[in-house]
């Protein structure tokens, strides 16, 4: 006997189901595959995802251990705690020299979730917004969710922006730029004279300025070039503990920017949180108070890091390494070997269970290149260096 059909097979998805699915979505491919060979049991090696193996510090987690014990489980603020915010506000205003207070500041579950938010307040159907290239896999679809265009400024043979490009692209459609700071993947850093050049365009056309920083702490002196002081009712600032602090799964991120902004970005806190948890805003109360110290230590494991990956791969026939400014990611450019990034990233896995991310889930800058996270431990590292070589030399043999 048929089972009757319990629901018509002609329903509709919203168009948002194909924004969102982007084409980042396949860049992940090989990594959870990875991931899934792992935890089967499988020897793999894991550097496709920025993830530091460093421990959340001890007193953040304690903060949150005696925050759950004293009953800290009931709602909490849309926007975040007061207490919290203004902590956020002052760390900004040292990071960037802009004076603000916590009526600029919205606490949300991560940084991509405040970048989502962000890019709901400020673009709808038929606008666009600009960036630049290289950018990570994920920014298309959360800028695009609210209908919005993103177009896309190219990169120089450094991962440079191309500021030439730049003006051109600005339309009557535009309404804001956006990029990351140090960025993901090249660790490029915009300097003063790149930003002053964004900044005027913003000017001229009253732009928006968005500027993901989450990898601001790891860059020198924990400090990263910013327009937030010069264009305060303009610039939008993305922060996060993820990175600096060895929190990526404690979803603890913030915007920062005008209050008219930050009032629309509560508003929508309000429909999709309805505040998040006070236990976690307590840890990160405790993080940002360690922000020198927990800052200097990832800054440190990076350099250390970053230097031994370079020296690992130093040599490696067709590799050729792309030291970042700051960060934990480097792109070997992996022309030289005939391969493009993506069967690169295919066959590296298959013959030596290495999984690394295709540079073309970047943007076209980088499809020649790979992106390799460095921020594990050292034995890892080495023995990940010891798998890329053997693989570069088993396809310069097969190419002989």
């Not at 603000?100 to 159907?125: E, H, I, K, T």
């Not at 969710?145 to 400024?153: D, E, N, Y």
């Not at 494991?301 to 230097?307: D, F, G, K």
Request: charged share 20%; hydrophobic share 45%.
């Amino acid at each position: 006997m048929l089972t009757p059909a319990t629901h018509s097979t002609d329903v509709k998805f919203a168009d948002l189901v194909m924004r969102v699915s982007g084409e980042g979505a396949d860049a992940w491919r090989v990594h959870y595959e990875a991931v899934a060979a792992r935890e089967r049991g499988g020897d793999v090696i894991i550097l496709s995802v920025g993830d530091p193996d460093l421990a959340t510090p001890a007193e953040v987690t304690a903060r949150a251990v005696a925050a759950l014990h004293a009953g800290d489980t009931h709602y909490v603020p849309a926007a975040g705690r007061t207490a919290l915010r203004e902590a956020i506000a002052a760390a900004h205003a040292r990071r960037t020299g802009q004076p603000v207070g916590p009526d600029n500041v919205v606490y949300f579950s991560g940084a991509q979730n405040a970048l989502f938010v962000a890019s709901m307040c400020l673009a709808g159907p038929g606008d666009e917004v600009v960036t630049f290239e290289p950018l990570y896999p994920t920014y298309p679809a959360t800028v695009e969710v609210s209908g919005a265009r993103l177009v896309r400024a190219p990169a120089s043979p450094a991962c440079r922006p191309d500021l030439e490009a730049l003006a051109p692209l600005i339309s009557s459609r535009t309404r804001a730029i956006f990029w990351a700071t140090p960025n993901n993947p090249s660790g490029v850093i915009l300097n003063d004279a790149e930003l002053a050049c964004i900044g005027a365009l913003a000017r001229r056309h009253d732009l928006w300025l968005v500027s993901d920083e989450v990898y601001a702490g790891l860059a020198p002196d924990g400090r990263v070039p910013s327009l937030a002081a010069q264009l305060p009712e303009q610039v939008v600032t993305i922060g996060s503990l993820s990175k600096s602090h060895a929190m990526t799964g404690w979803r603890a991120g913030w915007l920062v920017g005008p209050r008219a902004l930050a009032g629309h970005a509560e508003r929508l806190a309000m429909c999709m949180l309805f505040g998040l948890p006070g236990f976690v805003q307590q840890a990160a109360l405790t993080a940002l108070e360690l922000a020198p110290q927990a800052e200097a230590r990832i800054r440190e494991y990076c350099r250390m890091r970053e230097e031994r990956f370079a020296v690992g791969v130093r040599g490696i026939s067709g590799v050729n390494a792309l030291r970042p400014e700051a960060g934990m990611f480097m792109l070997l450019d992996v022309s030289g070997t005939g391969l493009s990034g993506a069967a690169f990233v295919r066959e590296l896995y298959a013959a030596e269970a290495v999984a690394v991310m295709d540079g073309a889930a970047f943007g076209a800058a980088t499809a020649h290149c790979v992106r390799v996270c460095f921020a594990t431990d050292e034995a890892t590292l080495d023995e990940a260096c010891v798998r890329l070589r053997r693989f570069c030399a088993a396809l310069r043999r097969r190419r002989a």
